[in-house]
Nanobody, 126 residues
């Protein structure tokens, strides 16, 4: 079973940047779909960004042009570069993966993922 551990969260002023990292315990899962999700207090978990087995990426509309998802096979890490942060980006961010190799459209539906990290808090100050 794979383990995921996020890091890189913190507090930042609006307009600032953060880079989140997700350490993936098994290199096998680096070949599968990988995604970033977030959950704000009182709200449902939402998909933010995903990357498929071929490296194609997908984003929810609210972060397009501001966030970039990437992965590094040599380090078994998934990343989320977040620029031009807004107060509405404040949430607990979690990474996730599943057991499927997929070259189809990257999915940001939480039902498509089986394994989750504990999360890292991002707070954007206005």
């Amino acid at each position: 079973q794979v383990q995921l551990m996020e890091s890189g969260g913190g507090s930042v002023q609006a307009g600032g940047s953060l880079r989140l990292s997700c350490a993936v315990s098994s290199s096998t899962y680096m070949r599968n779909s990988l995604g970033w999700f977030r959950q704000a207090p009182g709200k449902a978990r939402e998909g933010v960004a995903a990357i498929n087995s071929g490296g194609s990426t997908g984003y929810t509309d609210s972060v397009k042009g501001r966030f970039t998802i990437s992965k590094d096979y040599t380090k078994n890490h998934l990343y989320l570069q977040m620029d031009s942060l807004k107060p509405e980006d404040t949430a607990m961010y979690s990474c996730a993966t599943n057991e499927r190799v997929s070259f189809g459209p990257p999915t940001i539906f939480r039902e498509d993922y089986s394994f989750w990290g504990q999360g890292t808090q991002v707070t954007v100050l206005s």
